[in-house]
Structure formats: structure tokens, C-alpha cells
């Protein structure tokens, strides 16, 4: 059996969660950060935002590799109105982790996949409900005081131990820690740059 990219592959991302997802299938890429400033644009959705910079981030990779297909991504939590990103601070971390507690928030991720060379460029936005419990305040400050929710949108990873914070998710956990992955996957496969094989004399 096999999996079969039919153009180099550049995910322009620094998160180490997303090159994890992208791993489970045996994907061969490369890692090419864009190290982009996320900043907001004022009377922007938090869909808006996320594909806006998802395409930002694959856009910049993409204009250094024209050969490759390039796969940038944005992930945010929403509550109540608010976006979340990352927090800067215990202080920060505690505020959002207060806000979520005993809530349900939505988690968005953008991606975008872009070749200059094939003159191509798709995105999709795919979003998931996270439900919290209450969560009492010796918890709180025992995981702002862990190195975890300071290079996580929202404060929290759900791969993580604030695995335990979470009552239910509703939609893509894979979107959660950053990557829809059953979402890449097919349109990887629909642009025609991912083939699967199984031979029933491999197994
Ligand atoms: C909610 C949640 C987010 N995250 C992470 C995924 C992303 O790495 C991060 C959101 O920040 P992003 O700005 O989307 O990504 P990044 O800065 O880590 O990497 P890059 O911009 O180079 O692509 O939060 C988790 O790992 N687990 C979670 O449960």
C-alpha cells in the first residue's frame, strides 16, 4: 500500500502539531515557517480571518517555491463573540481559561493550499464546538503555571492536558489542534496531488 504526493509538499507552519497530523499518514513534506504577524483586521469574521491568513501564510511560501503546493493554516477560538489567540501571559492565560470554563466555544481553522506553478489556490474554513467543565480555579492555576497554553489559540491544547478539561467536542478534532486533516486530505486528493494505493500482496 501507498501514499503518493504527485508535487513537493510545504506546510508553511511552525506549529509542531500540524506537521504531527500531517505525519500520521506518512506524508513526505517540508517544514517552511512564514512567520507572518497575525494581526487582525478590524470588522473581520473570525472565518474571515482565519482563511485571510491562512492564504497570507501559504502565499508567502508559495511565492518563494513556485514549484511546490504549499499548505498554510490559522486556527482561533471564539467565545461569546471574542477572539481568542494566544495568550502572552499567565495573566492572559488565566483570563481565557476563566471564559471558557464550564462553556462551549468554537474552535476555526483556515487552510489554504496554493502552487504558483500550477496556478492554484484553494482554502476552506472547517469549524468544531468544544464544550468545557467548570473548572476550579487549583486547576486553572496549576496548567498556567505549565508551559502548555502559550503557543495554543485559546490557552488550552486538547492533545494535551487540557485534554481534561474537555466535557465534548462536536466536529473535526484534528481541526481543534490545528489541522482538519480529513478536509486536507480530500482536497490534497481532489486537486490531483494525492493518490492512495493498496496492493493485497503487501498485507
Ligand atoms: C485550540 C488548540 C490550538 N492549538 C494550536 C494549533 C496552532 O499551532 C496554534 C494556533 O496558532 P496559529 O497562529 O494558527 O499557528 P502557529 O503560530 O502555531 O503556527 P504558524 O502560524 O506558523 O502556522 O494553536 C493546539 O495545539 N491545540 C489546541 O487544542
Redo the contacts with the bound molecule.
Sequence with gaps: MCIRLTEKLI????????AELLRLLGLDFDVI????D?ASIHGETPPEQ?LR??RE?AGRIADLFPEAMVL??????VIGGRVL??PGTVEDAREMLEALSGREHI?F?GFSLISRRLELQVSQVVQSA?LFKEIPEDEISWYVHSEEPY??????????M?AFFIREIRGSYTN????PLSEVVETLKDLGTLTFSGDSHDR
Design positions: 506546510l508553511a507552519s511552525a506549529s509542531p502539531r500540524r515557517p512564514s512567520h507572518m497575525e482565519v491568513l491562512s501564510k498554510g493554516a490559522d486556527t482561533v477560538v489567540g494566544k474552535v481553522t468544544v503557543d495554543k489559540a485559546g490557552g488550552y491544547a486538547v492533545q494535551g487540557g481543534v489542534m490545528g489541522l
